[in-house]
């Protein structure tokens, strides 16, 4: 199976959140788009194991999703060592994406930093043909773009993408990781551990923001290393 977009993300829940909504779209319009999580999200304050993974089977059903995957790499521990990358490297030579989507390396958790290094290292190392050859795997394979989300930190985008049409079905996805967004006990107001702000509100108030940049209700921005061609002045518009 060969898809079209592929997502890197560190934690389950990280994809949705960052790119839901592109997401969602990509696959109304037919593209085939698969997740690579790299952990299980086992460190996090809320909800266990086992939750979190019933949580992202729910998410990735609504999304339709081609497939997902799991490096089950150590939470609060990502590396990308020349294992983990080669490991992720194999996968983007198996689904052979066009495009990457995942974390910018400037963000404040380190598994997120981590994790958009490990995908760039992938991304590179996936189109040497020596090392796919030595794997034994499908033949080398480079993702044509890799565009970065971005988690905690605020910077200027290349590109928003229109989510307006999606929004509600966005907000929906998720909502599938409940435990994610409610207050684990009295001294756990539901907010996030950095911001004071919960999730969805979050999720809201960067979608207006970035959505006004363009001019449209909700958008989600990417941010993209170095200058991208176009071909006609005229498009977009
Ligand atoms: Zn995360």
């Given amino acids: 199976m060969k898809l079209d977009a592929i997502v890197i993300a560190a934690h389950p829940d990280d994809a949705e959140i960052s790119v839901g909504g592109t997401i969602l779209k990509l696959v109304r319009s037919g593209r085939k788009v698969g997740i690579v999580d790299v952990t299980r999200g086992e460190m996090?304050?809320?909800?266990?194991?086992?939750?979190r993974a019933a949580e992202a089977s729910a998410a990735s059903e609504l999304m339709g999703l081609a497939m997902r995957a799991n490096l089950e790499l150590p939470d609060g521990r990502v590396v990308a060592t020349p294992e983990a990358r080669e490991a992720l490297a194999a996968i983007f030579r198996r689904y052979r994406p066009e495009v990457v989507l995942a974390h910018h390396l400037d963000d404040l958790h380190p598994d997120h930093i981590a994790a958009g290094r490990l995908a760039r290292d992938a991304w590179y190392l996936s189109g040497l043909a020596r090392l796919a050859a030595e794997d034994g795997g499908p033949p080398a394979h480079r993702p044509r773009r890799i565009y970065h989300f971005m988690s905690h930190l605020a910077g200027d985008p290349a590109f928003v993408i229109d989510v307006t049409p999606v929004w509600?079905?966005?907000?929906?996805?998720?909502?599938?990781y409940a435990s994610q967004l409610e207050a684990t006990g009295p001294d756990d107001d539901g907010s996030?551990?950095?911001f004071g702000a919960n999730v969805l509100e979050r999720m809201e108030t960067k979608a207006r923001y970035f959505g006004e940049r363009i001019g449209v209700r909700y958008g989600e921005p990417l941010i993209h290393v170095?200058?991208?061609?176009?071909e006609d002045p005229l498009v977009p518009g």
Wanted: net charge positive; glycine share 12%; with cysteine.
């Fill in 44 to 51: 996090g304050t809320r909800g266990d194991r086992a939750t």
């Fill in 168 to 176: 509600d079905e966005k907000v929906r996805l998720v909502s599938c």
């Fill in 192 to 194: 996030h551990l950095l």
């Fill in 226 to 230: 170095g200058p991208v061609a176009l």
